[in-house]
């Protein structure tokens, strides 16, 4: 009997060593995957912040860049920080994270949207024909950046500091994160300012000859002709490719081209820039897709310096089947 209490209690020693160590490696493991969880955290709101630094001070000082380098380095601060929402997307949440990680992904989702909106308007509003609504839009982006700042500080970062405390890691809180560097750019005219001041985009017109012609139009793959009814299919998404031919001799930065339905709500898509005898194409969808016979109106923008606009708009009859 003294041998079988002996042989039981070393047993039920054993277990319970086997339960700590199994539990030990467990929080241990609980405990690295939330280290690792608040260092990528740490390492993507450091380059958000250096994101933010650049665009801005770009913003600030141009310097001697000129309308086509700024665009660029707009679209590569805008690639940054999408590829900084993908990578927070693919964040692993261990343990009581995941409500703090839904935040920090709204956080970048917000960024990452103001920043592509921003730099598709930039080729408009650095040139001349519909600047003004291209820098109100841009300005209007700057209040989702905002947001975004709110969120991070009020609800993502609070939420990770604390699930971090709650399992006894300390020295891991998570950086503060502002994107947008002062309430001056929420203001229209701080940032009409700031991209005046880029080179080429003062909104006088170059010396020479200035000019654009609306060279062809097509809905769907159908060559569309003024003075005749092309027919398309009703049943897919309508989309009108329009041609625009720079018949100047400067190139053309943020040109227009806009298409409404019989007179109505007009489209816009823009061409960021077309050089000297250059035709390039913008593709605009029509949603909801019309139906039965209607006239479509579109025009090309007139740009500064330009004295004939006659070529720059048509008038099509299409007929949906």
């Not at 500080?153 to 971090?164: N, Q």
């Not at 299919?233 to 989309?239: F, K, L, Q």
């Given at each position: 009997m003294l041998r079988r209490g002996l042989a039981l209690g070393g047993g039920l020693i054993l277990v319970i060593l086997i339960v700590l160590g199994v539990k030990g490696c467990l929080d241990a493991r609980a405990h690295r995957a939330l280290s690792d969880y608040a260092r990528n955290v740490t390492q993507v709101v450091q380059e958000s912040e250096q994101t933010s630094k650049s665009f801005f001070g770009k913003l600030e000082d141009p310097g001697t860049l000129s309308v086509t380098d700024f665009e660029n380095v707009v679209n590569a601060e805008a690639s940054a920080v999408a590829n900084q929402a993908s990578r927070v997307d693919g964040f692993s949440a261990p343990g009581d994270m995941g409500g703090a990680q839904r935040e920090l992904e709204l956080v970048y989702e917000l960024r990452s949207s103001a920043m592509s909106e921003i730099a598709k308007k930039m080729g408009t509003a650095l040139g001349e024909a519909g600047s003004a609504k291209a820098t109100a839009g841009i300005a209007n982006q700057m209040e989702k950046l905002l947001a975004s700042d709110v969120v991070?500080?009020?609800?993502?970062?609070?939420?990770?500091?604390?699930?971090?405390?709650?399992?006894?890691?300390?020295?891991?809180?998570?950086?503060?994160s502002e994107f947008l560097p002062g309430p001056e750019w929420l203001e229209e005219s701080t940032v009409g300012s700031a991209l005046g001041a880029v080179s080429g985009s003062s909104g006088e017109a170059s010396p020479g000859i200035h000019g654009l012609g609306l060279v062809g139009a097509s809905l769907n793959g159908t060559e569309l002709v003024e003075g005749g009814t092309a027919t398309v299919?009703?049943?897919?998404?309508?989309?009108v490719e329009v041609q625009v031919q720079n018949q100047g001799e400067s190139t053309e930065n943020g040109v227009a081209v806009s298409v409404s339905v019989n007179g109505g709500h007009t489209l816009q898509q823009n061409i960021s820039a077309i050089s000297p005898g250059e035709i390039s194409s913008v593709t605009i969808p029509l949603t909801p897709t019309p139906s039965g016979q209607v006239t479509l109106d579109v025009e090309v923008e007139t740009v500064a310096g330009e004295q004939v606009s006659t070529n720059n708009k048509a008038s099509y009859t299409v007929s949906f089947e």
């Open positions: 991070y500080r009020t609800v993502a970062r609070p939420g990770i500091d604390a699930v971090l405390a709650d399992n006894g890691i300390e020295g891991s809180d998570v950086p503060e299919s009703g049943e897919e998404t309508a989309e």
